[in-house]
């Protein structure tokens, strides 16, 4: 259920209660065992979206430079699941760990993740990525010069992102585009991108997250 709500904020509770399978009563039930947890969320209904309001903090015991720099690289492999929050919270954590290591070894430990796991595994980096998960988080629209290889030249858009994936390790974005035509668009091959000041109605990225949904649930019938 966390994960959900990270992944697809921007969605009202019963497409929420339908994407999990499980009843409204569950709903509430599970809701309740995550408070107790210490992971709080809402809905917000001016904003059209769920609102995480407490996500607790976990201490970090102690780890050799082996232990960390074998979770580095894991984060890098977790990239083939598709899951990007699971990835992106991964992501997180390991640079946090990082962070607190003596200098010489947060350096080593921050190239990795800059340069082998972000810019080789990922295609992209961490400033696109950040800024593409508050794009999502905060219904916030881009605008991005994409490279049309086959085709040749470059092409500009301006997206509504919805939520974004990895597919063969690399970074994709599922948007709306405000001419109604819903896509997919490979990070890597973006030439230039902006985050507007403009947020997006919200109402088109419900629309998409249903369709997604719609091709999701399709897709398990295909052999």
Known sequence: MASEIKTN???????????????KPQFYKDKGALEKLGFSFRYNRTQK???IDRDPYIPIYD???????ALVMAVRQL???GDFVLTYDALNAVRRIASNSPQDQREFLGS??????LKEGFGCDSKILADLQKAVKEGRRMSIVYDLYSE???KEYTLDPCQLYFKR??????AYVPDGTPGSFGVRSWTMYMLLSESNSGDSIQQLTSSLRQMQTLARFVV
Do not use: H, K, M
């Open 9 to 23: 904020p921007q969605q009202e509770p019963p497409a929420l209660i339908r994407a999990l399978g499980i009843s």
């Open 49 to 51: 979206r769920f609102i």
């Open 63 to 69: 780890l050799t430079l082996t232990e960390t720099f």
């Open 79 to 81: 990239s083939a699941t």
């Open 112 to 117: 990795c993740l800059d340069d082998v796991v």
């Open 152 to 154: 040749g030249g470059v």
């Open 169 to 174: 390790r690399a970074l994709y974005v599922d």
